[in-house]
């Protein structure tokens, strides 16, 4: 199936990859039993050269990822760790025009893809299914 649209639609997913059950849960809970940081977008409208130092020097930041486009970053900071005050803080402070902060959650195709990407390495070839269950059809 096409993942947004089990995301859309669907409260829990099952992950099937070469014929065997990899995965059942509902995809908030996948998401949070795979993550292994936090990632916040943050977009400011000035990025001076030291800007990428300065993010790296907050304490929880794990990667500073340049995004498309100048002043967009992806920060990828500790697990259990919102750094949106101090990020705001900081470009603040530097008077670097903060425009976006915002938390990026793993959607369901992270999920699949990590659950899936160590196998796959192992054959060229692979089988993957994503079963989805609705409230339509939960009991069947």
């Known amino acids: ?3 947004p649209e089990a995301t859309a639609v669907c409260q829990r ?5 070469k014929g065997r059950i990899v995965a059942e849960d509902t995809p908030e809970q996948l998401s949070a039993r795979l993550r292994q940081s936090e990632k916040i977008s943050l977009t400011l409208k000035f990025c001076p ?9 907050i304490r929880g930041v794990l990667q500073v990822l ?12 500790e697990l259990g760790r919102d750094l949106r005050d101090e990020l705001a803080r900081v470009a603040v402070m530097n008077q670097w025009g903060l425009l976006e902060l915002r938390t990026v ?3 369901l195709e992270d999920v ?6 160590h196998e796959d390495h192992s054959t ?4 993957t299914t994503v079963s989805m269950a609705s409230p339509e059809n939960q009991d069947r």
Do not use: W, Y
Request: aromatic share 4%.
């Open 112 to 117: 699949f893809l990590q659950l899936t990407r």
């Open 13 to 17: 997913v099952v992950i099937i990859n």
């Open 66 to 77: 340049p995004g498309q486009g100048g002043g967009t970053f992806l920060i990828e900071c």
């Open 105 to 107: 959650s793993m959607t």
């Open 49 to 57: 050269a030291d800007c990428e130092t300065k993010l790296r020097a």
């Open 1 to 3: 199936h096409i993942l």
């Open 124 to 127: 060229e070839t692979t089988e």
